[in-house]
């Protein structure tokens, strides 16, 4: 009798094509001195990627507010009073006017994110002409819609997606501190789905929700642990916003940010490790840290989602400073 795995655990399945990741391995990665571990995370980088190039993401909430989800760190929540606004999916005219000018301001992938539980078959059927619209820009697309019922994954395939973003968030232990309308394997399921219709991976997760420091290992274990690995890998810094549960969490110190960064980079040497929310609150000097320990990537432009981004300006005055240019297909290695 042929017993089938389920496919949720397939995914953290160990293969000869990665490199076993448990959580005592990676937390003793944390424990390494800083500069030694910003070291050796330097030269992983510099072995799969050209240093000196980032690549830039543009993120647009496509659809905002009204999520029925408890996330404790989402001002999108329904649950809670922050201010968000509920808002229909906006028309395909207002989101390709949007695409054009990130690809004028240098933007190479267009992602676009929608506060659904997940989405209906008629949400799939007006997302499938938008990212046909993006594509025929010449943009990189990626979305970011919540669990994905069967078929779904297939038809944003067709429509000339690249890229699926489906965070876990946080470490499998630390889950249901933080949410509690979801399970871990929901994630992993919908992970699934994405990989087996031939999409790309995007997926993170956010530090500074009161996690412990093997909390941190235990996400990042769990993403190193897929097969494949996420193609892209954003880690967050929790944005506190007022009326959300997080709202008081412990700031955490930037060096352990950039530790978290680093340990991303040398369990998952091939991926672009993207800096994510919470980049508006950083210094240059912790961004320039955050490079040198293997990021590699960022959202580039005046708002993610809800929530403010790193002034574009700003942006390109630093990537001047440190010597650093956007990625294209021609300086991508």
Known sequence: MTITTPLHIQSLTPHPSVEYWSVCKVEALFETPFLDLIFRAANVHRQHFN????????????????????????????????????QALLDIEDILAKARIAKARG????????????????????MTEIIKGVKALGLETCGTFGLLQDGMAEKLKEAGLDYYNH????????YHQIIGTRDFDDRLNTLGKVRNAGLKVCCGGIIGMNETRKERAGLIASLANLDPQPESVPINQLVAVEGTPLFDAEKLDWTEFVRTVAVARITMP?????????????????????????????????????TENTEEDRDRDLMLKLDLVPETEENRS
């Open 107 to 126: 933007a190479g992938r267009f992602c676009m994110g929608a506060a659904w539980r997940g989405p209906k078959p008629k949400d799939i059927e007006k």
């Open 167 to 174: 965070n876990l968030d946080t470490a499998p232990e630390h």
């Open 270 to 306: 091939k991926s672009y490790v993207r800096l994510s929310a919470g980049r508006h609150n950083m210094s240059e000097e912790m961004q320039a840290m955050c490079f040198m320990a293997g990021a590699n990537s960022i959202f580039y432009g005046d708002k993610l989602l809800v």
């Open 51 to 86: 240093p000196t190039t980032i690549q830039l993401s543009t993120l647009m909430s496509i659809k905002t507010g009204g999520c029925p989800e408890d996330c404790h760190y989402c001002p999108q929540s329904a649950r809670y009073q922050t201010g968000i606004q509920n």
